[in-house]
């Protein structure tokens, strides 16, 4: 028997994570210099990292030959959320504390819930720890929740949600939210995917956290990869009961978080100007994008993060006109979207970049 049949089942089923393309990658494939290509292909913050984060890496960089020590970020983090750092979860990023949540509840004999067009992790942390996938149909490429509700078993154990979700970027009410936490079974896990938190309109966010104290089966994870610009540095965490942290901790890694990594996220949360400048380029980008696909005549699905989901209709085709002439953005095919592309938000002139490409992808066949 070959080794790789001597492998789980269910390890074989999983069909691996694929990123967006690297530039560099691009750049060899093309022959088109570093220089000239624009990548918003994976919802990175086009104005970098955190000034405030950049100056702690640099400081942190004379202290790389001892163990992390995660303290300051965990109490920084408790104390933003006035929750106990006992009820805190750090991973290498939010996707590590996903499948942590997996590893904890999850298991061949039982089944997680996760909606249609929603995060690849999800089926991905959850087949790895063998449970059975309940694909729940979307509504409107989002999470229908009274199909959600309807699809709990007895043995499902765990149940993921996004919000706003990736790769449509469509948004739940946080009162249909809360109904629905309100329904599900206490013995069943929830896990809401906050990614792209900061990217909601403050009139429309509301705080979650405090949802921790009125669910005990409720787990929020959030990122430093996003609006923080630490996307490279790998860090992110989970805020949970502290039953629930425990567990995870148990499973987690030492030092999974490394020091740069946790210099860089603990004074990041605290640049509420870089932050700030942020969500404004992304409003205004958003706006640039979103009427240059109308312009087009490309339809697209109204998005609370930082990109865009636009039909393409031949994706494949116009993806490679893209890649062509420099610019990287998201196709989607495997999340069930084959005419559908994502774009990052970039800066003014990355997106007038993208329009133009895509302008010129309609008229020429390159």
Known sequence: MALCDQSLPN???ISPYLPGKPITQLAREMGIPVERIVKLASNENPLGMSPKARMAVDQAVGSLERYPDDFDLKSALANR???????LVLGNGSNDVLDLVARVYLAPGRSTLFSQHAFAVYPLASLSAGAELIAVPAKEYGHDLDAMREAIRPDTRLIWIANPNNP???FLPYPQLEAFMCAVPEDVIVVLDEAYNEYIPPGERVDTTAWLQMFSNLVITRTFSKIYG???????YALASAEIADLMNRVRQPFNCNNLALAAATAALDDHEFVARSYALNRSGMEQIVNGLKRHGFPHIPSHGNFVTFKAGDAATLNLKLLKQGVIVRPIGGYGMPEWLRVTIGTEAENLRFLEALEH???KVL
């Open 230 to 236: 630490l996307a490279g540095l790998r860090i992110g």
């Open 11 to 13: 390890v074989r089923a």
């Open 168 to 170: 449509t970027g469509t």
């Open 81 to 87: 959320f006035s929750l106990g750092t006992d009820r």
């Open 361 to 363: 992808a309609q008229r």
